[in-house]
């Protein structure tokens, strides 16, 4: 067991560099088990630094020698710890020349420079450069870089780094080289290398500027039939940022590179792109619909980096949102424009609302909540979650809310002519918007500073005489670990009022006359908001287009929310009545099988379900989206005390009752929506084939000899990895005696060679009900299985014990222990993700008491391994600890 205390970093302790980096040059002589590292910076005083000593981050490296001004340094003349290097009293300009040995090849943390599959690779953000040589590796320390590569031609033929190649050729001994400048200041996280035995694909493309640029995605040899989709989603990135911001991509090349071991989905190093290939390859074979998205996104949001994080970064690691936030908002924006049109935009906003509440929302409610600009860390790492990312990106919605799509487009421009090259704080963002469009923004700062889902209540009241509306909005915030009392925000709330004939109303209020949707401003503790002109007494439809990410608690009647769900102009509030009407008797059903009671379903809602599924004038994807019942964590959310088991029988009745009263018109939709033809990712087919599987899945929940076979006839005869894999999915799903042995031993022989594939085939198993720890084991057993794999580990071990709760959170605690066995298992290996593994149980209180003490038993016995990294360390002890 550990028995020091890892230190807690403060943002209110922040301390500018004392020396500042002029530049840096850095030559590699690239040996799998020992790469030697030459490093030569220029450093000058900060005239803001508070002492002379030059502080330089360094872990698990060899210093071999360092030389200050020309002149070597003896022991004595500086100080080195495991964490660094310390000169003391150092002149105001310095040269320090530093030598460095460290062994890639043993690097199984894949933080800072390591071997996957025999070549090299880099990951540097958040502290990995330190990995690798010694520097002042924080955020705020912006230099120019220049990088010498030097590696055996045979082994390594491609050398890439940050920025343009200025020099390349061969040193005798079978040994070449390549010299690398970029011409841009940036921070050491955004340094990277790769060498490598790969193949590209390459493109010469044409700015608005008329300026010619090289684009290149390097793969493998084997996957460049698979790097089209990429290498289009690059250019339709560069085309979108020019016409959407105004910003050009400012290198003459840029390079995308895949690798199988990542931490990551991908990392926005300056003109070199180091991705998962997950989000890199793609064809109809061996990718779904959901990948292709996934990879149009991805590639979207590392392109955009390059000014929204590259070009303007981040003070220190608690303005991680200013970059994150930012640019997550600008690829969902990006990914929605791709699509169109505004059921599209739609469909993605759906998806985001749907990510915030399964991920967001019960982060914010746990031990490991923190806000979206936190105020401590132990570990940075663990500080890469959904609330920085995803809550973060809602917070810039928000501001465009607020001052409208120009006024954001205004508040981005000056946000560049400000901080062009400089690295700054969240504030600074959220000034630059306040100052471009004249807005009072001092109060929005609140949803950086404070953590926590915001509940807001809404009253409504009709005059029918004087023909007036009012809705009374009540705002709240739960406490949070090391906060309470929370101040009130300013939030935008988006309400529009349906009619009888479920159009919308005109409203006419302060701000407001005769538009369709009003943005109210909710900034008090208590607000009443007065509409007059009201002619009828009104449906409310609050919180349009998810207007901000809060819990909106209102009393809605069924009735009302068939009205909406029949006619809601904002497709977004007609996808959430639907879900409200879902949920209501998901938590019945559940307090039923508590209690013991007979379940049953009413024909109400039957009904609603069979009319969205027919209703062929609404978009395929938002019929298949509303149609998707809430998760079972999304139920648990709702819970004061969480039964799993409770909640997966409820919610499999209900799957099961709608799967029986709908046959008929499931049947019809799934042959209504088939997709001949050659194969295309674009919206509407993938629309259509997500409606087709979901009824797939549906006719398979209780499956009789006909519906097995649909699902194998199609398993056999699909064309593309979306079909096939929903095939596969379903027969595993059905639970039906063997339904799906002879499919899984097909999947695996066809796609044996194909790493992500085979991942798929591993996370459909551990989602399965039927897939207990047992089995969960036993597939570890299989020879394709690894734990130094990320996404390996991530396909079956993540999705057992965060997608499938029912058999996780078994009884017995089997689930448990082996959640801590994998967890320390894990961190042995690679720290960060382990720690995403432990997060798994950081809300161990809110279950039944005979789950908790097996969850605490298994955090305990997490919390007691000797050599715990500080990334686990400090998700298992703020669990423990709340």
Known sequence: ?????????????????????????????????????????????????????????????????????????????????????????????????????????????????????????????????????????????????????????????????????????????????????????????????????????????????????????????????????????????IRWDEQRFGLELDLDRFMIVAVGDFNMGAMENKGLNIFNTKYVLANPRVATDVDYAGIEAVVGHEYFHNWTGNRVTCRDWFQLSLKEGLTVFRDQEFSADMIGTDTGRAV?????????????????????????????????????????????????????????????????????????????QCDDFRAAMADANGRDLKQFERWYSQAGTPVVKAVTQYDAAAQTYHITLAQSC??????????????????????????????????????????????????????????????????????APVVLDYDYSDAELLHLFSHDSDPVNRWEAGQRLAMARLLKLTADVGAGAPLALDATFIAAQRALLTDATLDAAFRELALILPSETIIAERMEVVDPQAIHTARQFMRRSIAAALKPELLAQYQANQTPGAYSPDAQSAGKRALKNLALAYLL????????????????????????????????????????????????????????????????????????????????????????????????????????????????????????????????????????????MDRWRRYVPALQAHMKAALERVAGSASLSNDVLEVVSKALAN
Request: hydrophobic residues 40%; contains cysteine; aromatic residues 8%.
């Open 1 to 237: 067991m550990r028995t020091d205390s890892p230190q807690t970093i403060y943002r209110k302790n922040y301390t500018p560099p004392s020396f500042l980096v002029e530049s840096v040059e850095l030559g590699f002589d690239l040996d799998p088990a020992r790469t030697i590292v030459a490093n030569r910076i220029k450093l000058v005083r900060n005239r803001d630094g508070k002492h002379s000593d030059i502080e330089l981050h360094g872990e698990h490296i060899e210093l071999v020698g360092v030389r200050m001004n020309g002149k070597r340094l003896k022991p004595g003349q500086y100080t080195l710890s495991e964490h660094g290097l310390t000169i003391r009293k150092a002149p105001a300009k310095v040269t320090l020349d530093i030598e460095t040995v460290l062994a890639p090849q043993e690097n199984t943390s894949l933080s800072g420079l390591y071997v996957s599959n025999g070549n090299f690779f880099t990951q540097c953000e958040a502290e990995g450069f330190r990995r690798i040589t010694f520097f002042p590796d924080r955020p705020d320390v912006m230099a120019k870089y220049t990088v010498m590569l030097r590696a055996d031609k045979e082994k390594f033929p491609v050398l890439l780094s940050n920025g343009n190649l200025i020099e390349q050729g061969e040193l005798g001994d079978g040994r070449h080289y390549a010299k690398w400048e970029d011409p841009f200041k940036k921070p050491s996280y955004l340094f990277a290398l790769v060498a490598a035995r790969l193949v590209c694909q390459e493109e010469r493309y044409t700015l608005q500027s008329g300026r010619e640029v090289l684009l290149q995605v390097w793969v493998e040899e084997g996957n460049l039939d698979k790097t089209d989709y990429a290498m289009q989603s690059l250019k339709n990135s």
């Open 348 to 424: 993605t906003r759906i998806d985001q609302v749907r990510t915030l509440r399964q991920a967001q929302f019960p982060e914010d409610a746990g031990p490991m909540a923190h806000p979206v600009r936190p105020d401590s860390f132990v570990e940075i790492n663990n500080f890469y979650t959904v609330t920085i990312y995803e809550k973060g990106a809602e917070v810039v919605r928000m501001m465009q809310t607020l001052v409208g799509r120009d006024g954001f487009r205004k508040g981005m421009d000056l946000y560049f002519a400000r901080h062009d090259g400089q690295a700054v």
């Open 701 to 840: 929940i209780a499956p009789q000899a006909a519906e097995l076979e649909l699902a194998q006839r199609q398993f056999d005869a699909a064309d593309n990895m979306t079909d096939r894999a929903a095939a596969l999915a379903a027969l595993i799903h059905s639970g039906a005696p063997d339904g799906a042995a002879s499919a899984l031993k097909s999947y695996f022989a066809d796609f044996e060679h194909e790493a992500l594939v085979i991942d798929k085939w591993f996370a459909m198993q551990a989602g399965a009900p039927g897939t207990d720890v047992a089995a969960v084991r036993k597939l570890m057993t299989h020879p394709a299985f690894t734990l130094k794999n990320p996404n390996r580990a991530r396909s079956l071990i993540f999705n057992f014990c965060g997608g499938n709760p029912s058999q996780f959170h078994a009884a017995d605690g089997s689930g448990y222990a082996f959640w801590a066995e994998q967890v320390i298992a894990l961190d042995a290996l690679n720290p960060q993700v382990a720690a995403r593994l432990a997060r798994s």
């Open 478 to 547: 739960p406490d949070t670990p090391g906060q309470t009392a929370k101040l009130p925000f300013h939030i935008p709330v988006a309400v529009g009022l349906l009619g009888a004939d479920g159009k919308d109303l005109p409203l006419y209020t302060d701000g407001a006359a005769g538009q369709g949707t009003v943005v109210l401003e909710l900034t008090e503790a208590t607000q009443t908001f007065h509409f007059s002109g009201v002619a009828q007494r009104p449906t409310p439809s609050l919180l349009r287009d998810f207007s």
